[in-house]
């Protein structure tokens, strides 16, 4: 089963870009049914540019032509530069030629009406001489929601907004997070018992060795999540707790290694952490140590060290998200203790949370996932799933698209 936040399936993910069409009969069907059919399709497209889009939005976009029968498929990938209607546009001019003039476009997002790495999408609709585009979702970035829909509304094109539209938002919310206010969205991993623990009493397991809470099953679960980041981070005291490498082990196609990041106020870093021994120019440490020995100790051995001013005394989460968000991180996956977890909650940082519970109890003395909350922290719609005997649990805290998202869609649909 997938991890909660991958939806549809993830079988072909791992192999390159192939551009598939097919000629399809057109099914009798109302309109708003067969709007999400094809939706569907184009999410199913859009997934397989996870991790392979970033910093750029994961897009999707089917193309019928006049007649209702596909014509044209595609999806984008950040280093293939085209845009996922561009690719779409290329096989169904291909194949359909005229034909393609009076058709259809489902697209997850929003036709962008600018020029940047390529031009825009919305011109290249018109071009192809379309009658209807239908967009999952308006541009989550408020200096460009809505463009692309009215340049298209203006050549004549009916412009739908809003068919699967929570799934395609769902998808994007780092982009979403980003476009906005250039920091990461932060997406917390707990393992815990029932009891809320993360790990047994001091003293009770050797450091520098794992101690796992949840299963096999649970833990692979894991692997995904990380494929989904731009960027894990962990605090030092987990790194002396249980020395983990914090790796993408997936096995699926990624354009950029995962940055492992650590939160090191004192740089406690051992030069000998797994994290040391494997970094490849993946590896950041923020502190606010000014040991210049220590620093250029650990940036003999290919570790970035990022010194910050502190705040209370240690490294200031704010400034953290700031600097990765300007390295175009788009989502930030925190595997941390307790001092960083409460931290992160109490902040208002934590945008979407995934707790990973096994059903057993380790009473008050073992470690704690969360301490000295001011308040409790409630999470709604919370999807479940189960990795053998344990659960998973998953909750929206801080939704990152924008309310001109909901006025923008409201007025787009006819």
């Known amino acids: ?92 001019t291909q194949h359909a030629g005229e034909r393609l003039r009076g058709g259809t476009a489902y697209v997850t997002l929003e ?44 050549a ?14 769902r998808l994007n919310e780092g982009f979403a997070r980003w476009s906005q206010h250039k920091r990461p969205l932060v997406l917390m991993k707990v393992a815990m018992t029932l009891d809320g623990r993360i790990a047994p009493p001091p003293g009770v397991h050797s450091l520098r060795e794992p101690f796992w809470i949840t299963s096999e099953t649970a833990r692979a679960a894991v692997q995904p999540l990380r494929w989904q980041a731009d960027a894990a981070v962990t605090g030092v005291d987990t ?37 040391v021994k494997t970094v490849q120019n993946d590896v950041v440490i923020f502190t606010v140590s000014k040991e210049e020995a220590r620093i250029q100790e650990l940036r003999s051995r290919g570790v970035r060290v990022e010194v910050l001013s502190a705040e209370f005394g240690r490294v200031p989460l704010g400034k953290v998200l700031d600097r990765l968000g300007e390295e175009g991180i788009l989502t930030l996956l925190t595997e941390t203790g307790t001092r960083l977890n409460t931290a992160l909650l109490a902040g208002g940082l934590v945008d979407r949370v995934h707790l990973f519970v096994s059903p057993q109890i380790m009473g008050s003395d073992a470690v ?13 719609e919370v999807e479940v799933e189960r990795y053998g005997n344990d659960l998973g649990l998953c909750s929206l805290l801080n939704d990152p698209w924008p309310e001109i998202q909901d006025k923008a869609a409201k007025g787009s649909t006819p």
């Open 111 to 154: 036709p962008c009406n600018h020029s940047g790495r390529t031009g825009p999408c919305s011109e290249a609709l018109i071009a192809a001489g379309l009658k209807r585009v239908v967009a999952a979702t308006i541009d989550p970035n408020p200096a460009v929601a809505g463009h692309g829909s009215d340049r298209m509304r203006e």
């Open 368 to 380: 704690p996932a969360f301490r000295g909350m001011a308040s409790p922290i409630r999470m709604a």
């Open 239 to 275: 790194v002396l707790a249980d020395d983990p490498m914090l790796t993408d082990r997936s096995g699926l196609r990624r354009r950029r290694p995962l940055l492992r990041v650590v939160l090191d106020s004192a740089l406690r870093m051992p030069l000998d952490a797994k994290m």
């Open 1 to 92: 089963m997938p991890p909660i936040g991958i939806r549809g399936n993830l079988e072909g993910l791992a192999a390159g870009p192939v551009y598939t069409w097919k000629f399809a009969k057109a099914t009798p069907m109302s309109t708003p049914d067969q709007d999400r059919y094809w939706m569907h399709r184009a999410l199913e497209l859009a997934r397989r540019g996870i991790a392979v889009t970033s910093p750029n939005p994961a897009v999707g976009c089917v193309v019928l032509d006049r007649a209702g029968q596909v014509a044209g498929e595609g999806w984008h990938e950040y280093d293939l530069l085209d845009h996922a209607e561009v690719v779409a546009l290329r096989v169904a």
């Open 156 to 169: 004549g094109i009916e412009v739908v907004i809003g068919p699967c539209e929570a799934e395609a938002r």
